[in-house]
């Protein structure tokens, strides 16, 4: 765009975002150019693709409509400009609709923009084009990782000329900072994409397994203390009578016995949360193997990491521990190992 013409006799531009200065435009001055037949040609994309239903006042109202892809039977066609041109169209919506409601179109833009665009749109209809196609811009770098490097670009007051007209140079300049803000443009996920019941479970499941170690040290350490004390004063065993029946002195194998069963039942409590742990965790590893996980979708990964790393490492902490108590037989390593496996295919 050459420095004696501004945006606000702008028809139509149909490189939004893709430059900072150099912007190509259709002026109401000069309809016969390059770009104005090129963008208001019956058969061109500016309202084949831009208004599939053609009536754009409409469809640039709706953000379901605005800014979703194309529905295709095929997943590995499309390039992903539907969503671009149909912004780009919109955009420039209210601008077309007011000159055409100043007669300011030629006879030729008249015909291509007439079908799709009626010269009396309602000033709420525009005003409601105008919020969705600047809204989501401002949204959007509010929600950036760094939101101070485009505040003043994606601001209403820059990409607007009135209420129901944006202002197309600050818009494409909102859109030129975002797109090459690189990573600080980009949105910090949310709490509910990576899964916060992933953490928690993780969480709990660690804290438990650290409460059954502790439990089981503890349960040692008085075991072991009680079994070296009665080693070293062999008068204090208790006696049996003859007929092998136990004297009042059995108080303390009591104590012991009763010590014992609770160790043996935090034992068979570990075993069998880490079993349920395993069947749990390589369920949930083989769902996500089936949902698509080797495509680069930076929301999926980010969800995939915790819910791997929950079948890592509280696996492998289990199986210390029932390794360390002597219960980690055969099966229970295999199925261990399986687990193991999924996950870090997973990761």
């Known amino acids: 765009m050459s420095n004696s013409e501004s945006f606000s006799n702008a028809l139509f531009c149909d490189n939004i975002g893709e430059t900072f200065s150099d912007v190509r435009c259709c002026y109401i001055n000069d309809q016969t150019t390059p770009t104005c037949r090129r963008n208001f040609n019956a058969s061109g994309p500016t309202f084949t693709f831009g208004c599939n239903n053609g009536d754009c006042i409409s469809e640039c109202q709706k953000p379901t409509i605005l800014y979703s892809s194309e529905i295709q039977d095929e997943p590995s066609t499309g390039n992903g400009q539907a969503p671009i041109q149909r912004f780009r169209t919109c955009v420039n919506v209210p601008a077309i609709s007011g000159f055409a409601t100043q007669g300011s179109l030629s006879e030729d833009t008249t015909a291509a923009v007439g079908r799709h665009i009626p010269s009396d749109s309602p000033d709420a209809a525009l005003a409601n084009v105008t919020n969705v196609v600047t809204e989501c811009l401002t949204q959007t770098c509010k929600a950036s990782r760094n939101p101070s490097a485009c505040s003043g670009p994606c601001s209403a007051v820059n990409m607007l000329v009135s209420w129901t007209r944006p202002n197309i140079g600050g818009v494409n300049g909102c ?17 509910d994409v990576i899964g916060i ?21 503890c349960f040692s350490r008085s075991n072991r203390k009680h079994s070296s004390t009665l080693l070293s004063n062999p008068h204090e065993r208790p006696s049996e009578t003859v007929q092998g029946v136990k004297s009042s002195g059995d108080a303390p194998l009591e104590s012991a016995g009763e010590t014992i069963t609770h160790q ?21 590893q083989i769902a996500s193997l089936a949902y698509g996980i080797f495509s680069e979708d930076m929301l999926l990964t980010v969800l995939l990491i ?12 289990g199986m210390l521990l029932l390794n360390q108590r002597g219960k980690a037989s055969l099966d229970i390593t295999l199925l261990s190992v399986a687990c193991w496996l999924l996950s870090s295919i997973v990761y």
């Open 264 to 284: 043996s039942i935090l034992e068979t409590c570990l075993l069998q949360f880490h079993i349920s742990q395993c069947y749990f965790s390589a369920t949930i």
């Open 306 to 317: 915790p819910l791997s790393i929950n079948g890592i490492l509280p696996i492998l902490f």
């Open 197 to 217: 019941g992933v953490f928690s479970s993780y969480i709990l499941q660690c804290l438990l397994l650290m409460l059954l170690w502790l439990g089981l040290y």
């Open 175 to 191: 859109l030129n900072k975002l797109c090459t803000g690189g990573y600080e443009s980009l949105p910090y996920a949310d709490a």
